[in-house]
């Protein structure tokens, strides 16, 4: 496959150096892109750096996962109205063994090809370089003027808003430079790829090169990805979308990407997956057909949530889409893990009992209007039952006097209630 051709058809290219084409079509080429650890998990905004990196080493080329362990310590002022805080080199170290093993689904680190994936951590070379040292060999190559038209140097000394830029944030990009300029030397590397924020930076790389070294190399940009409505991508309610499922579980995983819109689905099925042109067209097809069905998301959701868990997870996240908005049968509500069960009910209203009362017993209609308030009036409750209105733990429930026990409890913590068709309640058990 050609590497440009296949971004190019994706929508994933912002901007490129004249020659990148020429250069990959005659040699094995090496590129990288850089991910700051300031977390111990990437979210949905570095997949596409990491998509870009997977499509790299697909069409036969080696990709670099370059973890800013220095440049983490300084933080990058491009697209940011403020200084980041800074973290100590341990949580650096363990954020960046979390992120190799995350990156490992996408990349092929541990075969014996020649193009198999490498993770470097600037740290390494950054640590034992002195200031003076690192101010005569690097800095004097590159001239304030040139930083200075830097737009993400521009516009946060422009801003209103920002508190100016510290000395430690001006000189990021010539760290980030410095960083190609290494990977150039010892790596063999000729291009760096990131978002089209990076633009200014990657260039200051290509500049030191070809000024300390004289030598060739390029960059290549992404657009930022966005969402059809002006809003943010990768941000919910409850903050990022992130990869590690202790952040943000699979269930949760995969119904953000089931609840893109239709524009988005069709502009992330390329970005996102390695369908083919082929496969994507005839999704595309289906959806102009019958959108209700949601041929793209369905697709899109299905194809990311396998590749960053797993099949079981997927499965397990329709199963349980299945709970909340079809008509599933309680022994598909039983065999759903308390992890899914809570991500799926997350938000409904929740009862506090304590374990006496259900070890004893209760009868439902007595636990859902005086112990709950899920019902305003005993009466009411009982008319909905005669109409097959409520459920326990997906069960109808036929007779408001139905004892309540602890051998009902899912988990041994929870019952759900159904009232109506729409309107769930949890009740735990403490």
């Not at 640590?127 to 993400?152: E, Q, W």
């Not at 150039?184 to 990076?198: A, E, I």
């Not at 030598?215 to 941000?235: N, Q, R, S, V, Y």
Request: glycine share 8%; net charge negative.
């Amino acid at each position: 496959m050609n590497f440009i051709e296949e971004l190019k058809w994706r929508g994933m290219i912002h901007d490129m150096m004249p020659g990148v084409e020429e250069v990959l079509a005659t040699q094995m080429g090496v590129g990288y892109v850089g991910i700051d650890p300031t977390a111990d998990s990437l979210h949905i905004g570095h997949l596409v750096g990491v998509m870009m990196l997977k499509h790299f080493q697909r069409c036969g080329h080696k990709p670099l996962a370059l973890v800013g362990g220095a440049t983490g310590m300084i933080g990058d002022p491009s697209g940011k109205s403020q200084e980041r805080n800074l973290l100590s080199e341990d949580t650096l170290r363990h954020n960046q063994e979390a992120i190799k093993q995350q990156l490992a689904r996408f990349l092929d680190f541990d075969s014996d090809a020649p193009n198999a994936a490498e993770l470097v951590n600037n740290y390494d070379w950054m640590k034992d370089i002195s200031f003076l040292d690192f101010i005569r060999d690097v800095g004097k190559h590159i001239t304030v003027n040139y930083m200075m038209a830097k737009d993400s140097v521009k516009k946060r000394l422009n801003s209103e808003t920002a508190d100016g830029m510290s000395f430690t944030e001006f000189t990021y990009q010539l760290v980030q430079g410095y960083d190609f300029l290494y990977l150039y030397q010892h790596k063999n590397c000729c291009l760096q790829m990131g978002g089209s924020d990076q633009w200014g930076n990657i260039t200051t790389g290509t500049e030191l090169i070809r000024r300390k070294a004289s030598g060739e190399a390029f960059a290549l940009t992404c657009p930022l990805i966005t969402k059809a409505d002006g809003g943010k991508f990768g941000k919910t309610e409850s903050g990022n979308v992130w990869l590690d499922r202790r952040y943000t579980s699979p269930y949760k995983f995969y119904q953000f990407w089931l609840n893109v819109s239709d524009a988005d689905a069709e502009k992330y099925v390329k970005i996102f997956t390695f369908l083919s042109q082929e496969e994507i067209a005839g999704l595309t097809r289906q959806q102009a057909e019958a959108p209700h069905l949601r041929p793209l998301q369905k697709a899109l959701a299905r194809e990311i949530t396998i590749m960053v868990h797993s099949e079981a997870d997927y499965i397990a996240a329709v199963e349980a889409s299945n709970i909340l908005f079809g008509n599933s049968t309680s022994e598909q509500l039983k065999k759903l893990d308390e992890e899914t069960f809570l991500a799926v009910f997350d938000g409904v209203p929740q009862f506090d009992v304590p374990a006496m009362l259900l070890s004893e017993g209760v009868k439902a209609i007595d636990l859902l209007v005086e112990k709950c308030q899920i019902f305003p009036s005993k009466g009411e409750m009982r008319k909905l039952i005669t109409g097959g209105g409520v459920s326990v733990n997906k069960e109808k429930l036929a007779e408001p006097d139905r004892i309540v026990t602890s051998e009902d409890l899912l988990s041994n913590r929870y019952l759900l209630i159904q009232k109506g068709k729409k309107n769930y309640y949890l009740i735990v058990v403490k």
